[in-house]
């Protein structure tokens, strides 16, 4: 009996998570749907149930509606139960939150930063926001850690490979980092794949069709949903589209070391480069210059809303170049939404419907049949909360939930987890 003992464990576990995801997915919130959903007995739901509420992961919340006999308890997960911390550095900013169990934000700080600081200081700026927002919160350990960034990662170990924009990065692990100073699994991602994540979950109008989220701001990336879930790769580069060869130019060097890319022709820091060489020719750009001796892409979204003829110009080259990558990239994976973030939405309504007007004329009809192309719809906080959801999806996959459910918490097994990490992938 002795030697059957640790497996009968883990396969009473296994009941208790399934009981608990489908509470927490809204599949069922009764014990006679959980009956349903699982095929177990009425005996081990009531069990199970109870192990759960005694652990603090669901509570009772009031009576369903009658089908014919006695009113059913309603059930629901506890997302304040315990929070994860979630992080989004960009090119030149930072967002760094902490959520509940739902990856609902509970509280959040924006900064301007670069990453060209390097990985210590950065991260290093990283964990005193965290160490500040738990004191803000009055929050105990975290359980999880999800964090996004502007380069390639490989996804299986949170590593950074070659990251264009990201001097001194290269090999770097986000995720060992945090775990010298946190003891919680971290899950490390590139950004424009948790801003889609965000957006296709929490966005204006999440309706569950596929979903192609493109970010423009200093660089050009795109993240994939299918079918709910992220399309990484087989090492986690897919959608990085900024550097997909698009003209022979040897002039258009791109800061990948190549020639021809996209980002080289068409992102916010080419745009950049252009608008100051030819700053003369525009008042909006002179003046900009004049105050502050250099030009933002911030100045650059200003001239835009304000009708400067150069800032139309050069941004709605942008847009017709990215579009057309776009376009493609919408023949080949059929999308049901093609969803535009980044800084380039700070150019009011001009960048999107000229993108729009150019992925509509170019798709093909069947691909365009029903295509939604819309801008971002959560104020640029879709990223932190991609990176929360990404913690705490990775925490109740059916994977890792068995490993930590009847301890009523993960503490303690941040090991154990991290080996799982690419559950979710």
Not at 33 to 56: C, F, M, N, P, Y
Not at 337 to 350: D, F, I, K, P, S
């Amino acid at each position: 009996m002795t030697e059957l003992q640790g497996p009968l464990t883990a396969l009473e576990s296994a009941p208790l998570a399934l009981v608990i995801d489908l509470v927490r997915s809204g599949r069922a919130r009764t014990r006679p749907e959980l009956v349903t959903a699982t095929g177990l007995s009425r005996k081990i739901i009531t069990q199970r149930v109870e192990q759960a509420i005694d652990a603090g992961l669901l509570a009772e919340d009031g009576l369903a509606p009658s089908s014919g006999g006695r009113q059913p308890r309603l059930l629901r997960f506890r997302a304040d139960a315990g929070h994860v911390y979630a992080a989004l550095l960009g090119a030149s900013e930072m967002t760094v939150a902490v959520a509940d169990l739902d990856g609902r934000l509970i509280e959040d700080v924006h900064e301007d930063w670069s990453v060209e600081d390097g990985p210590d200081e950065t991260m290093e700026h990283v964990r005193r926001h965290f160490d500040h927002l738990a004191q803000k919160t009055r929050l105990g350990r975290p359980w999880a850690i999800g964090i996004g960034v502007p380069g390639p990662v490989d996804f299986s170990t949170g590593r950074l490979v070659a990251p264009p924009i990201m001097p001194g990065w290269d090999g770097f692990s986000v995720r060992s980092w945090l775990r010298d100073h946190y003891d919680a699994p971290v899950w490390v991602d590139n950004d424009v794949n948790l801003m889609a994540l965000g957006e296709w979950t929490r966005g204006s109008a999440p309706d569950g069709r596929d979903m192609l989220f493109m970010k423009v701001g200093t660089g050009v990336g795109a993240g994939l949903v299918v079918r709910g879930r992220l399309l990484r790769g087989q090492r986690g580069a897919a959608g990085d589209i900024g550097h997909t060869h698009i003209t022979d130019d040897p002039a258009k060097v791109c800061r990948c070391g190549k020639t021809g890319c996209l980002e080289a022709v068409a992102s916010g820091w080419a745009l950049l480069i252009e608008a100051t060489e030819r700053a003369a020719e525009s008042p909006a750009f002179s003046a900009a210059i004049r105050r502050r001796g250099h030009l933002t892409l911030a100045d650059v979204g200003a001239a835009v809303v304000a009708a400067d003829d150069l800032a139309r110009e050069l941004v709605g080259r942008a847009a017709r170049t990215i579009a057309t990558v776009a376009a493609n990239l919408v023949n080949f994976c059929n999308p049901g939404a093609l969803v535009l973030g980044g800084g380039v939405l700070r150019t009011g309504g001009y960048f999107l419907d000229v993108f729009r007007e150019v992925i509509l004329r170019r798709v093909t009809d069947l691909a365009g049949q029903g295509l939604e192309v819309r801008a971002a719809s959560m104020d640029h906080m879709e990223g932190v909360t991609g990176a929360a959801l990404l913690a705490v999806e990775h925490l109740f996959n059916p994977a890792t939930l068995p490993r930590w459910v009847e301890d009523g918490s993960p503490l303690g097994h941040a090991a154990d987890l991290q080996r799982l990490s690419n559950a979710f992938s």
